[in-house]
């Protein structure tokens, strides 16, 4: 249930057309909140669980890329 819902979320954030993707087309923690509609609390339980791969660091920013995040999708 929970992918299905993540699927939905990330499928309706990215074809938002006014939607920016964070530094170099990565996925911010505050888009990845936005896209799933979650808290940030919510973000690191589902790393910590594996229902979220980990995230890039960049200096002290987390980032993701989508494809990352669309491939832990069945």
Known sequence: MIER???RKLREHLNQENKS???DGRMSLKEVMAALDISKQCVYNWI???KL???ARIGRRLY???DAIKAMMP
């Open 21 to 23: 993707l964070g530094r």
């Open 53 to 55: 791969p980990k995230p």
């Open 5 to 7: 819902v993540v699927e």
């Open 64 to 66: 993701w890329s989508p």
């Open 48 to 50: 910590k669980d594996d």
